[in-house]
C-alpha cells in the first residue's frame, strides 16, 4: 500500500481540493506540519479568508507574504520540529493580480492606467475564476522564486472540480478566443481614432449612457487597450500555469467528510484528475465515527448493564431510581444512535473504496475528534492518524 509520508517525501508540492467544509484547511496544514516534522523547509498556503489556519498555527494573521512559524510554538505545543521549517501565507488575489501586471506592462505608464482603471478594480477582485487562477499564479511563483522542499496549497472550496482545474485553460481560451481578438481589434481601432474624440464627442456619449453607461465604456476601452499589449505575456504565462497540474513532483490529495454530497464531489473530482492525466496523490475523508462498542451490540443487553452501573456507583451523587432508569434509557439511546452512524460510515468507506477501484490503496480516513483541531498539537494528532502505518489507517 502506498505511503503518505512516501508522497511527502517524494513531491514538490501537494494541491489539497475539496468542497468547503470538510476539513481541506486542516488537512493541508495537518500535511505540512508532519512535512516540517520530517525535516523539510515547508509552505503551506491558504486562499481560506476564515484565518483558521492563522490560528490553528498561532499566528496573529497570514498576508501575501511568507510568514514563518515559530519553532517555540511547536516546542510549546510539545510537538518536536528538529531541523524542519514551516512557513505559511494566506493568497490576497488582488496583490497578486497586481504582481502579475506588474510583470507583464510593457513600461510604467501603461501599468499606471491599469492599476488607475475603475474596471480593473473590479475585475481583479471579481472576475470569474480570478481567485482559482490566481491560487496557481501564486503556486508558481513560490515555485520558481523560493526553495521550499515542499509546498502546500489549499485549495479555494469549488462547488465544480473543473473551476480550479481549468482556471489556467479558461484565461488562455478567453485570450485566444475570436471575440477577445475583436475586443482588442476594437480597442486598437478606438486608440487610432481617439479615446479624446469620443471623450468630446456630446451626442455620442448621450447614445451610450442610455445602454452601458459612457464612463463604463470608456473605462473598459481604456483597459482593454492597455491590455492587449500584455497578451503575449499573460498567454505564455497561463500555459507554463498550466503545466504545473501535470508536472511529475505535483500530487493532488482529494479531501472530503462522510456526507455522501462530499463523497461524490470528491469523486467526482478524482474522475476528472483521472480522465485529465494529471497526478493523483491520496484520497483523504475527514471526520470519520470510529466504534467504541461492538457493533453488534444489542440494545436490551446495553440498558441493562447501564441500569446496573448506575444504580451501583454511588459517586453519581443521584438515588431517585426513576431519575437513574431515563438517564438510563437517553444512554442507551445515544449509544445505540452512534453505533448506527459508525455503522454507515463504515458502509460509506467501503462504497468508495469500491469506486476508487485501482486507488482504493490511496484512501485514507481520519477520525471524528472529541475537540476541534485548532492549534499546533491538533495539528501533529491529526497527522499522526493519517500518516499511522497503512494498517492502522486502512478501511
Known amino acids: ?27 493541508a496544514a495537518a500535511f505540512a506540519v508532519q512535512a516540517a516534522r520530517m525535516g523539510k523547509k515547508v509552505l503551506v498556503l491558504t486562499v481560506d479568508p476564515a484565518r ?28 518536536a520540529l528538529g531541523a524542519g521549517e514551516l ?42 475564476g480570478s481567485q482559482e487562477y490566481m491560487a496557481m499564479e501564486k503556486l508558481y511563483e513560490v515555485r520558481e522564486q523560493r526553495d521550499y522542499d515542499l509546498i ?6 469549488t462547488p465544480n472540480a473543473l473551476d480550479f482545474l481549468h482556471a489556467a485553460d479558461r484565461l488562455e481560451d478567453f485570450l485566444d478566443s475570436a471575440s477577445s481578438r475583436l475586443m482588442m481589434a476594437g480597442a486598437r481601432t478606438a486608440g487610432r481614432v481617439g479615446l479624446g474624440f469620443v471623450k468630446m464627442n ?26 492587449h499589449e500584455m497578451y503575449a505575456g499573460f498567454k505564455a504565462r497561463a500555459a507554463r500555469v498550466k503545466e504545473i497540474l501535470r508536472s511529475p513532483d505535483v500530487a493532488f490529495v482529494v479531501v472530503a467528510s462522510t456526507d455522501l454530497v462530499a463523497m461524490d464531489e470528491g469523486l467526482f473530482f478524482h474522475a476528472q484528475l483521472r480522465r485529465e492525466a494529471m497526478p493523483f496523490g491520496a484520497f483523504v475523508v475527514n471526520r470519520v465515527r470510529e466504534p ?53 460510515d463504515r458502509a460509506r468507506i467501503a462504497s468508495l473504496s469500491t469506486a476508487l477501484g485501482a486507488d482504493a490503496a490511496r484512501l485514507w480516513h481520519v477520525p471524528l475528534f472529541r475537540r476541534d483541531v485548532h492549534d499546533i498539537g491538533g495539528l501533529a494528532a491529526f497527522a499522526d492518524t493519517v500518516f499511522a502505518p497503512p494498517d492502522a489507517s486502512a478501511a
Request: charged share 25%.
Open 202 to 227: 456630446r451626442l455620442l456619449l448621450k447614445g451610450l449612457n442610455r445602454f452601458i453607461g459612457a464612463e463604463t465604456f470608456l473605462n473598459l476601452l481604456e483597459f482593454i487597450e492597455s491590455f
Open 1 to 27: 500500500m502506498p505511503s503518505l509520508a512516501r508522497l511527502v517525501d517524494d513531491k514538490r508540492t501537494l494541491i489539497v481540493v475539496g468542497s468547503g467544509g470538510v476539513g481541506k484547511t486542516t488537512t
Open 292 to 344: 467504541f462498542l461492538p457493533l453488534d451490540v444489542d440494545e436490551a443487553t446495553l440498558d441493562g448493564r447501564l441500569r446496573q452501573a448506575l444504580t451501583t456507583t454511588p459517586a453519581l451523587g443521584y438515588e431517585d431510581p426513576d431519575l437513574l432508569a431515563r438517564l438510563a434509557d437517553r444512554l442507551t439511546a445515544a449509544c445505540m444512535d452512534y453505533a448506527t452512524l459508525t455503522r454507515i
Open 52 to 79: 483558521r489556519l492563522a490560528t490553528s498555527l498561532g499566528l496573529a494573521e497570514l498576508g501575501n507574504e511568507e510568514v514563518r512559524v515559530a519553532p517555540e510554538l511547536f516546542a510549546e505545543a510539545g510537538v
Open 152 to 157: 502546500v496549497l489549499d485549495t479555494p472550496p
Open 87 to 128: 512557513w505559511a501565507m494566506m493568497l490576497d488575489t488582488k496583490s497578486t493580480f497586481d504582481a502579475l501586471i506588474d510583470r507583464h506592462a510593457p513600461n510604467e505608464a501603461a501599468k499606471r492606467r491599469i492599476m488607475a482603471n475603475p474596471f480593473y478594480k473590479q475585475t481583479s477582485t471579481v472576475l470569474a
